[in-house]
């Protein structure tokens, strides 16, 4: 069983930066692509970068590139998302995913290609 657990979430003022972590055990972390997506009130959940199972390749969302960096630990089983210049539009819970990866060097942009959720936090960006 595949686990997930996020952290790092909270109230931030506009401009600011928060670095969000995602923890996983169950699995053999080397081998699963992972990705960052969000969610805000009425609206569908929404990618916002993924990382391939080596840590080789990364992707990103159109409207965070340039703002969000992701990575991963492989010792530490940890995957990040460093968020900087936050704008109130940023505003949602956060939700870190993962699956299996046949291939070492992919990347998974869809809600429906990831097998395991973690619970989300919640980021909350001031005017």
């Known amino acids: 069983q595949v686990q997930l657990v996020e952290s790092g979430g909270g109230l931030v003022q506009a401009g600011g930066s928060l670095r969000l972590s995602c923890a996983a055990s169950?699995?053999?972390?080397?081998?699963?692509?992972m990705g960052w997506f969000r969610q805000a009130p009425g609206k569908e959940r929404e990618f916002v970068a993924g990382?391939?199972?080596?840590?080789?390749?990364?992707y990103y969302g159109d409207f965070v590139k340039g703002r969000f960096t992701i990575s991963r630990d492989l010792v530490k089983n940890t995957v990040y998302l460093q968020m900087n210049s936050l704008k109130p539009e940023d505003t949602a819970v956060y939700y870190c995913?993962?699956?299996?990866?046949?291939?070492?060097?992919?990347?998974?942009?869809?809600?429906?290609?990831?097998?395991?959720w973690g619970q989300g936090t919640q980021v909350t960006v001031s005017s």
């Open positions: 995913a993962t699956r299996y990866s046949y291939y070492s060097a992919s990347i998974f942009t869809g809600v429906k290609e990831y097998d395991y």
């Open positions: 169950g699995g053999t972390f080397s081998s699963y692509a």
């Open positions: 990382i391939s199972s080596s840590g080789g390749s990364t």
